[in-house]
Every structure is written in structure tokens, then in C-alpha cells.
């Protein structure tokens, strides 16, 4: 099993930014990690995905240019690094791991989530 712990969220005004952070533990994942979001009433979406070493990295148009990805092995920890948020960014982040290799962009190419941290952006 792999534990996985979100931080780093907050409320910040347009154009600020933010950092997130997840956590991982237990059986650590040696997989692809990714960053989902859901508004209230929206489905969940792919924000950004990471391989197992974090040399291969990919984003959802709407933050491409914006938001960066990275992972520190060593350390267990995924990092999602938010510039020039918009309100619409606003909804809950959720880390997600996997023991595939394969940097999936649906939720259901991955087997484990964190709880998840709120963002919210202030017009």
C-alpha cells in the first residue's frame, strides 16, 4: 500500500502563486505520480503527470506554461509548482501515484490518492 499526503494549498489572489506538496509512504510507488483537481459539480481532471524518475512530464493545456511538475525520489515527495493562478484554477488537488510506468491522464490509470488540499483563487 502506498499512503499519500497532500500540503501546500491555500486561498491566493489572482496572479500569485503556489506551491503543493505530496507526500508518499508505506510501499513507496516506483511508478508514474500525477496531480488531478475537482471543482464542486465537475468531474476530475488531469492537471500535470510525472514518470517514475520525472524525466518525462506532461500537462493539460489549460496550464501548460504555468504550473510545473517535478519529484524528489529521494525524499518521496511530488511537487506542483502554481504561477499566474486564475480563479477558474480554484477547486481540490489530488496527488495520485501508480506502479505503471506509463504517465496516465485518467483517473483511473492510477491506483492510489491523497485525501487532497484546497486552492483557491481570488478574482
Known amino acids: 500500500q502506498v499512503q499519500l499526503a497532500e500540503s501546500g494549498g491555500g486561498l491566493v489572489q489572482t496572479g500569485g502563486s503556489l506551491r503543493l506538496s505530496c507526500a508518499a509512504s508505506g510501499r513507496t510507488s516506483v511508478g508514474a505520480m500525477g496531480w488531478f483537481r475537482q471543482a464542486p459539480g465537475k468531474q476530475r481532471d488531469f492537471v500535470a503527470g510525472a514518470s517514475a524518475t520525472g524525466a518525462n512530464t506532461r500537462y493539460a493545456d489549460s496550464v501548460k506554461g504555468r504550473f510545473t511538475i517535478s519529484r524528489d525520489n529521494a525524499k518521496g515527495t511530488l511537487y506542483l509548482q502554481m504561477n499566474s493562478l486564475k480563479p477558474e484554477d480554484t477547486a481540490v488537488y489530488y496527488c495520485?501515484?501508480?506502479?505503471?510506468?506509463?504517465?496516465?491522464?485518467?483517473?483511473?490509470?492510477?491506483?492510489?490518492w491523497g485525501q487532497g488540499t484546497q486552492v483557491t483563487v481570488s478574482s
Open positions: 495520485a501515484s501508480t506502479t505503471s510506468t506509463i504517465v496516465y491522464s485518467a483517473p483511473i490509470g492510477y491506483s492510489y
